[in-house]
Structure formats: C-alpha cells, structure tokens
C-alpha cells in the first residue's frame, strides 16, 4: 500500500487506474485540469476515504503535500480529435507536464511512471514494433504534436534517470479502448460505436486496410500495475498483438450493435500509420503479462457504455 499521484485522473484511463489503485489499497491523489477529461468519471470516488482531487494543470508548478511514493503521469490529450483542436496543450504537457511530474517524483523520492504511447513509432517500417524501434514520425505533421510530445517526455524521463537517478518506468500504450472513453473522441472505436448506434453511415478511412490493435482497458491497466510493481524501467509495450484491419473493426461494430448502419469510405488522414502492433516479448517474459480481453466482447462492454450515456 502506497500513496499514488495520478495526474489526468479523470481521463478515460486515469479513472480506471485510479479505481485500481484504490481497489488494491493504494491512496491516490488525482490531478487534471478537465480539458479532457470529466469528473462523471471519478464521481464514484469523491468522498472515498483514500481518494482526493486537485483542479490542476500540470503544464504549470505541481505541489502535493505529504508524502508520495509513485507518480503516473498519463496526462495528455489523446485523441485525433484534439491533435488539431488543442495542439499547443498538448505540446505543453508532454515537456512542461512531464518535467513538473518528474520533478515532484524527485522531490519525494517516488517512483515515476510515464504513459507514453505506440505513436512513438509513428507509421513503422518495422513490423510487429519492438521497443528497440525507433520510429517513423513525421514531427511537422498534424499527428506530430502528440508523437513528438510523448517522444520527448520519454527523453525527459530517462534524462532524471540517469542525471538524478529518479527510479522510472516506461509502457507504450497500444490503441485501448473500453468504457468512460468519450464518444465523440475521433477514435475508430468510439466512431464506430457511436455511429452504429444511432444507425448512422460508419465512415472508414482510405479503403480500411490499414492495421491496428486493439487493447481493452482492463488488461492496459492490469499491465500498468504489472510494470509499476517490478524492476524494469521500460520502455515496454503493453497491448494486443492480435492485429485487425479498420474494415474488420467497423464490421464487428456493426454485428455487437445489432445496427443497420452502412459502411462508406473517406479520404485517408494525413501521416495515418498503415500498420500498428506491439512486440510482446518483453511484457510476457519480465511480467508474465497477457491481454485476456477479446476484441469482440471488449466492443460489446464499450457499446453498453454508450448505450448508457448516449
């Protein structure tokens, strides 16, 4: 049992760790400054003994009082949506953010965990992606203020590593998914889902042959507390390696919905990757880490998330 920071606690996966942590007796300390992310997805938790929130953004001077013995870093916005929305915001929290969270991690003696990202390796000429990959990213594209923000943040880590042995983990999150996801996100799930539900046309991009893995929130998370717990400071992927096309994720949303909606085609993103799907290697072999979740009953427990918000 520990005390926790999470900043971007109320984000789609910062609630989650944070139910997490709570579950296994952890106090946690939740930051965010709610440009994402929503107080409906802690509002279970306010009160909780253990459980506390700070309004905050961390791309300005982070300060919690008492002790601390982990900080997880997720804040940042994530989503297509926000690249062209909030660029500058998100640029701000993978430097200003990151270094503020290393910063009270060094100031407390507590471990730092940061969430990075499979957009590191942009879209990549090697294929499944190893954390010995180094990338492909296009850092003046409209995807390049999130790739290159977690790819500094990720220098930045390791940088209070070796200068001022602040003891770090690292995971690469690979496209996860489940509910407290907002919907209108402009991720290929939350579109998808959305669209089917309301029996609305579901719009694919390019001809829907590009890859990508999907992660259920669950086992992301599992996979976090995994790396927190052990000796490795990463990077480590954590996600999904069954690999699916586009065209395969939008017509398994339609079946899980029972929805009428048709499938139409649109031009293709800017620098989106044509392929996405971690190497395992490491989170099988250091932490005897597996995904359980399938993709088909991952989608049915997110479209019942919609269902009830919607």
Same mark, same amino acid.
């Given at each position: ?6 900043t971007?606690?109320?984000?789609f996966l910062g609630s989650h760790l944070?139910?997490a ?5 952890d106090?946690?300390?939740? &930051?965010d400054n709610?440009i994402?992310g929503?107080?409906? =997805?802690?509002?279970?938790l ?8 700070q309004?905050?953004?961390v ?15 997720l804040?940042?916005?994530?989503? %297509? ?8 915001? &998100? ?9 503020? *969270?290393?910063?009270l991690?060094k100031?407390k003696g507590?471990?730092f965990f ?9 879209d990549p000429?090697v294929h ?9 990213? =296009?850092p003046i594209?409209?995807?390049?203020v999130?790739d290159e923000?977690?790819r500094?943040?990720e ?6 590593h ?7 983990r ?7 998914y ?10 290929a799930v939350?579109n ?5 539900l309301?029996g609305?046309?579901i719009?694919v991009f ?5 890859t990508?893995?999907f ?6 998370i599992?996979?976090?507390l995994a +790396?927190l717990d052990?000796?490795e400071?990463g990077?480590?992927?954590?996600g999904?390696?069954n690999?699916?096309? &586009?065209?395969? +994720? *939008?017509?398994?949303?339609i ?7 048709? &499938?139409?085609?649109?031009p293709?993103?800017?620098?989106? %990757?044509?392929?996405r799907k ?12 597996e ?8 989608l ?5 998330y919609?269902q009830s918000?919607?």
């Open positions: 049992m520990g005390r926790v920071v999470v971007g606690g109320s984000g944070c139910r942590l709570l579950a296994r007796g106090e946690v300390v939740a &930051i709610l994402t929503s107080l409906r =997805n802690i509002e279970d306010i009160g909780t003994p253990g459980f506390t929130f309004h905050h953004d791309s300005n001077y982070v300060h919690v009082s008492g002790a601390v013995d982990a900080v997880m870093h804040a940042s916005p994530a989503s %297509p949506a926000d690249f062209e929305r909030i660029p500058i915001q &998100i640029l701000k929290v993978g430097s200003r953010g990151t270094q503020h *969270a290393l910063g991690a100031d507590a471990r940061l969430a990075s990202t499979s957009e590191v390796y942009g000429l499944p992606q190893p954390e010995t990959y180094w990338g492909n990213v =296009n594209g409209p995807r390049g999130y923000a977690k500094f943040a220098a930045m880590t390791f940088a209070y070796r200068y001022h042995q602040v003891d770090v690292v995971v690469r999150i690979f496209n996860t489940g509910p407290s996801m907002r919907p209108d996100d402009g991720r939350s998808f889902l959305t669209q089917a309301h609305k046309p719009t390019g001809e829907g042959t590009q990508r893995s992660t259920y929130v669950d086992d992301e599992r996979g976090f +790396l052990s000796d400071t990077p480590m992927n954590i999904n390696d690999e699916f096309t &586009i065209l395969e +994720l *939008a017509q398994l949303a079946e899980v919905t029972n929805s009428s909606s048709e &499938i139409v085609f649109e293709l993103p800017v620098d989106d %990757p044509m392929q971690p190497d395992l290697t490491l989170a099988r072999t250091k932490l005897g880490w995904p359980t979740i399938q993709l088909r009953e991952g049915e427990r997110t479209a019942a919609f918000i919607l």
